[in-house]
């Protein structure tokens, strides 16, 4: 990762053998099946280390929520569930492509019931992150949970997530880049399928590499309430260069 090219191509990879810091925000403007606004906050920790000869990463999730909440749409705001998970980083044999897969859980974290499950969740995430090509990279982050214990008075949680992702990079660490998250309940069969195209910066000073993004995302395929219907996403992400 000496070369800029090289730089602005790894900024993207969940999976970079380094420290990283991510602040992500989800501006909602309009939620399905209501004329509500949401927020979502995002700090994101990931950090590579080694069991034995085996190479891992984790990377732990902490949303701030404000959401409405029934019966008046009243708006709340707090903490909402944690999330970490570990992957075991195979040896492609290619330093440009990383290819991972590993258990998650969720703790039900949140400081009011309205903004968690209440419950707590175990299952796989599994991402790859492809750079052989220094104008294009791609990838995808792809996870799923169900609940095991908690409250039994809350819904069950059977939840998968497929986020592609692919960016183009323009030159001077200038790239163009999608990241949707398309989200499917196993458990009630809603969904959402959200498609973004947006613009982000790669800067590097002294040992950190710093990104910065925007996003605007729109749904192309719902169903069910509480979905964004469109919404904007933004952020910064940190990598620690050893």
């Known amino acids: 990762m000496s070369s800029e090219a090289d730089i602005a191509a790894q900024a993207n990879n969940p999976l970079a053998n380094m420290k990283a810091f991510n602040m992500h925000n989800y501006y909602i403007g309009d939620l399905t099946e209501s004329d509500e606004s949401a927020n979502q906050f995002w700090m994101r920790y990931a950090q590579p280390f080694s069991i034995g000869e085996s190479n891992w990463l984790m990377r732990a999730s902490l949303p701030v929520n404000s959401f409405p909440t029934?019966?008046?749409?009243?708006?709340?705001?707090?903490?909402?569930?944690?999330?970490?998970?570990?992957?075991?980083?195979?040896?492609?044999?290619?330093?440009?492509?990383?290819?991972?897969?590993?258990?998650?859980?969720?703790?039900?974290?949140?400081?009011?019931?309205?903004?968690?499950?209440?419950?707590?969740?175990?299952?796989?995430?599994?991402?790859?992150?492809?750079?052989?090509?220094?104008?294009?990279?791609?990838g995808y982050l792809l996870t799923w949970q169900h609940s095991f214990a908690g409250n039994d008075d809350r819904n069950t949680v059977n939840v998968a997530a497929f986020q592609p992702f692919g960016m183009v990079?323009?030159?001077?660490?200038?790239?163009?880049?999608?990241?949707?998250?398309?989200?499917?309940?196993?458990?009630?069969?809603?969904?959402?399928?959200?498609?973004g195209i947006g613009i982000g910066k790669v800067f590097k000073k002294e040992k950190t590499v710093y990104n910065l993004f925007l996003e605007p995302q729109f749904s192309v395929a719902d169903r069910g309430p509480g979905h964004p219907d469109w919404q904007i996403f933004f952020g910064l992400n940190m990598q620690f260069l050893q």
């Open 169 to 195: 990079q323009l030159g001077g660490g200038t790239y163009l880049r999608s990241t949707g998250i398309w989200a499917y309940n196993l458990d009630n069969d809603n969904y959402s399928i959200p498609l």
């Open 70 to 138: 029934p019966p008046d749409s009243s708006r709340e705001t707090g903490i909402g569930d944690f999330n970490i998970f570990a992957a075991y980083l195979f040896d492609t044999g290619n330093p440009a492509v990383s290819f991972g897969i590993g258990p998650q859980i969720s703790a039900p974290t949140a400081t009011k019931d309205a903004l968690g499950s209440e419950k707590w969740s175990a299952g796989l995430a599994n991402v790859l992150f492809n750079a052989e090509n220094k104008v294009f990279q791609y």
